[in-house]
């Protein structure tokens, strides 16, 4: 059997089908591959492409007994791109490499490793909360578009200004500022709202907004927004009330941990 996981939510196998079932009693010991996906739906966490990075590296460790990360990450961006539905090539890169990664678009992706050190990420206090279902990335990235054809100087200047954020938080990551990080990170929020309609709404802001009351430092919704997932960050001091405030209003968190290896295969 031959195993791969991208994260604890997504794993896959390939194996020949279980003793006794009627594909096994059809089809003899011919393997199979299958999946398990442990997230709820529309849930803004690049699920898709992580299926489809651990799809990649069991073909390849398959067929060829090899899985090279940034091959994984580039094929599976290559799937993304032919399906059009909204996940970008950073998405692949992420979840193949692992840990935090910066990613510079063009002709082609060119995916930056940031080391950094267990203790700095532990002093964020990530956590997640599910908001519900969020619309397809598609839609929200129709409407983007749309606005930026028609000249819509709002929507071009909020993603001038998440293009600079994101490369000012590399740097940020690489310097180790924890505080800095908390200010970016809402700078961008701040911004991707302004891009369309849709991608925040009442129910999220007041979510934001009773975090913050509570002892966030900073919150967006992850993935392109609409609904899914709600990251919040925190001092790890403040975690254990914020997340009591939480459930108080019925919303559940998990903390988050930071994988720092990427898809990983295994034999057995």
């Known amino acids: 059997m031959l195993?791969?996981?991208?994260?604890?939510?997504?794993?896959?196998?390939?194996?020949?089908?279980?003793?006794?079932?009627?594909?096994?009693g059809l089809r003899g010991h011919r393997a199979y591959m299958s999946y398990k996906l442990d997230l709820p739906p529309n849930a803004g966490l690049a699920a898709s492409t992580a299926q489809r990075v651990v799809w990649v590296a069991l073909q390849r460790v398959a067929?060829?007994?090899?899985a090279d990360r940034q091959e994984v990450a580039r094929a599976a961006a290559g799937v993304d791109a032919a399906l059009d539905d909204g996940a970008g090539a950073a998405d692949a890169y992420a979840c193949a490499l692992g840990g935090i990664?910066?990613?510079?678009?063009?002709?082609?992706?060119l995916a930056e490793s940031i080391h950094v050190p267990p203790a700095f990420l532990h002093g964020l206090g990530a956590l997640l909360t599910y908001t519900g279902p969020a619309p397809p990335v598609r839609t929200l990235q129709l409407g983007v578009q749309q606005r930026l054809e028609n000249k819509g100087t709002d929507a071009k200047a909020a993603l001038d200004s998440m293009k600079e954020l994101a490369r000012h938080m590399r740097d940020v990551f690489v310097a180790k500022n924890v505080e800095q990080v908390f200010e970016d990170?809402?700078?961008?929020?701040?911004?991707?709202?302004?891009?369309?309609?849709?991608?925040?709404?009442?129910?999220?802001?007041?979510?934001?907004?009773?975090a913050f009351l509570?002892?966030?430092?900073?919150?967006?919704?992850?993935?392109?927004?609409?609904?899914?997932?709600?990251?919040?960050?925190?001092?790890?001091d403040r975690r254990p009330?914020?997340?009591?405030?939480?459930?108080?209003?019925?919303?559940?968190?998990?903390?988050?941990?930071?994988?720092?290896?990427?898809?990983?295969?295994?034999?057995?």
């Open 241 to 268: 009330s914020l997340k009591a405030a939480l459930l108080l209003r019925r919303l559940h968190t998990i903390d988050l941990a930071f994988d720092s290896y990427g898809v990983q295969v295994s034999r057995g």
């Open 101 to 109: 990664t910066f990613c510079q678009g063009g002709e082609t992706t």
């Open 63 to 66: 067929i060829a007994n090899t």
């Open 214 to 236: 509570h002892g966030a430092a900073a919150g967006k919704l992850c993935g392109a927004g609409g609904g899914g997932f709600l990251l919040l960050l925190t001092h790890p």
């Open 185 to 210: 990170l809402n700078s961008h929020w701040q911004a991707q709202k302004r891009l369309v309609e849709g991608i925040s709404s009442p129910a999220v802001d007041d979510i934001l907004t009773y």
């Open 3 to 24: 195993s791969a996981a991208a994260a604890p939510y997504v794993q896959g196998q390939i194996a020949p089908a279980p003793s006794g079932d009627v594909l096994r």
